[in-house]
């Protein structure tokens, strides 16, 4: 038995903490920026003393360096709506109004963007034959949307790491993956807490791909190929 968990958010501080290193390793700062963010944030970036001037001022540097890249593929267009996993309220709401009015200005993204079909697949889920076909019982649900923000459920876990822990001492197996271009949850802070957990190395690290390198946040929807290799192979206990 077992679990499998993709681009996972695991600890609020620690994932959220690895978008700088994250964003430097892949190129999107300055070493310059970079070390001198490092430096006066003192390696936290999420929990800042309000009188650190200095360190605000090179957030603020980082967060304007990183502002139109495409948080869930940092290598594919920024088109408009938000990404297909937000990661807080902020980001929940917007894409209720980008997707309200896209279809209400028939503003549709371009052809080569992603977002199109998230835009698509809002008109699909909500034809009636589509609804008659998947057997969705009439009055039960208003207007489909992607990603609603309206789920009843509130936020009392800021972290899971050591679930993760009683888990794998229960001798539960764990598939744990990334997509390396994601920015939402990079595969930096997944390292991190996963190495927090102290298990004994039974083999060493060795890079492995499966056919090649791209996967994003929702590495299965980028990469659908590789990513039903990879998971095929693990539960058929076979090596990735």
Known sequence: MGYILGNPLTDDNVDDNSK????????????????????????EYVTVDS??????KNLEAVSECTRMVNRAHILEHRCGLASPKPSNEENRRSI?????????????????CREYAYLLSYYWQNDDSVRDALHVEKGTIDTWERCTPDLPYTK??????????SLSSR????????????????????EAWIKSLNFSIIDDWRPWF??????????????????????TRWLSHNPL
């Open 20 to 43: 700088i290193p994250y964003v430097h390793r892949m190129g999107l700062i300055l070493d310059e920026l970079y070390k001198a963010t490092k430096r006066r944030c003192k390696k």
């Open 51 to 56: 009188r650190n001037i200095e360190c605000a």
């Open 96 to 112: 209720k109004e980008n997707l309200e009015n896209s279809i209400t200005e028939r503003e549709l993204p371009k052809l080569g």
């Open 156 to 165: 009392e876990v800021q972290s899971s790491i050591h679930y993760h822990l």
């Open 171 to 190: 001798v539960y197996s764990a598939l744990i993956y990334s997509g390396d271009h994601d920015l939402i949850v990079p595969y930096l802070g997944t």
């Open 210 to 231: 499966v056919d090649s390198q791209g996967g994003g946040h929702t590495a299965p929807e980028f990469m659908p190929k590789e990513c039903l290799a990879m998971l």
